[in-house]
């Protein structure tokens, strides 16, 4: 039996102006047409300018009234953080919502950044600090909301701290995991400072639970040539409305988390089915792995030094 549709309300968001990463396919295209529909203004970030072009097209012809524009970049270059953040400042709008959703997941062969990181991490966390810090004149103009898109992947593992890189040995879950890891501990940290130093910026968190993505499709840039087993399981599973969520149903925790007017600074949100693994989305427990604020401390001044950025009072 089909499952029943799951939806949300996404209240107007005339006059404001989203910025939304890993936006040119799967759960991010899908939460950045939400976002165009309620009336943002959406720049949509990519590396990849033929599938950007893509999204652009798929975005009007669902809202044809869509205010969307791209922009380019790659989040595993820090320099390539650096040139968008120096473009959005000299546009100098306020930016009112951003939405850290780019990842990539379980390269099968260690990879790196052009600046030397691990993937995973420096892509799915690195970036992510570099582009908050770089736009942070704007963000705090426009008093933004920060949604950072953790994974149920961060409910194991943990941050690898004697070999952040996996240099020694690399294992590509437990990489994936510590980027998520870190990256919600510094979407939380990210609250705790803005309230301790007046930023005006608040900052949660989402996960979007299992859904049959592109993250552990065939994807050959990540030396990943055909689709994973854990995938073809996911498709299936999802078709027959078993245990996890759909794409669409992916998509409305880190959209609640983003728009609701509900929503809480330093929350986490996600899908409310069986363990968590899809179903509407609501506030989920914090995870063990986020809850230390030493740890989340540690994380953000580490990010700091190997990013080479740094946020005021820090």
């Known amino acids: ?8 309300t996404v209240p107007d968001l005339s006059g404001k102006r989203a910025v939304i990463t890993g936006a040119s396919d799967g759960i991010g295209l899908g939460i950045a047409t939400r976002i165009a529909a309620a009336g943002a ?14 999204a652009l097209a798929t975005i009007r012809r669902a809202v044809p009234e869509a205010d969307v524009s791209l922009r380019e970049l790659d989040l595993s270059s820090l320099a390539s953080v650096e040139a968008l953040g120096k473009t959005l400042r000299e546009e100098g709008q306020p930016i009112h919502l951003l939405i850290n959703n780019a990842g990539v997941m379980t390269p099968p062969e260690r990879q790196t950044t052009a600046d030397g990181f691990e993937l995973q991490f420096g892509t799915n ?16 103009s426009g008093r933004a909301r920060v949604t950072s898109q953790v994974s149920i992947a961060a409910d194991q ?4 701290w004697d070999d952040l890189n996996w240099e020694r040995s ?9 980027s998520k890891i870190a990256l919600g501990l510094f979407g939380l940290e990210l609250d705790r400072r803005s309230r301790a130093h007046g930023w005006g910026i608040t900052s949660n968190l989402s996960h979007p639970g299992v859904a049959p993505t592109n993250l552990l499709a065939a994807r050959p840039e990540v030396g990943r040539a055909k689709d994973t087993m854990g ?12 245990l996890v969520g759909t794409v669409r149903s992916a998509q409305l925790p880190a959209l609640y988390a983003a728009t609701s007017p509900e929503a809480q600074p330093g929350a986490f949100y996600g899908p409310r089915g069986f363990r968590n693994l899809g179903g509407p989305p609501g506030a989920q427990k914090l995870y063990s792995r986020l809850r230390g604020t030493e740890e989340a401390g540690r994380v953000w001044r580490v990010s700091e030094e190997l990013t080479g950025v740094s946020f005021p009072g820090s």
């Open 157 to 160: 593992g943990a941050i690898n």
């Open 41 to 54: 203004e959406l720049l949509l970030p990519v590396r990849n300018p033929r599938k950007g072009e893509a």
């Open 1 to 8: 039996m089909p499952r029943e549709p799951l939806d949300l």
């Open 231 to 242: 995938v073809r399981v996911i498709r299936a599973l999802s078709a027959r409305g078993v």
């Open 125 to 140: 966390h690195l970036g992510h600090v570099a582009l908050a810090a770089h736009l942070l004149p704007l963000l705090r």
């Open 170 to 178: 690399y294992d590509g879950r437990k990489a994936y995991s510590q």
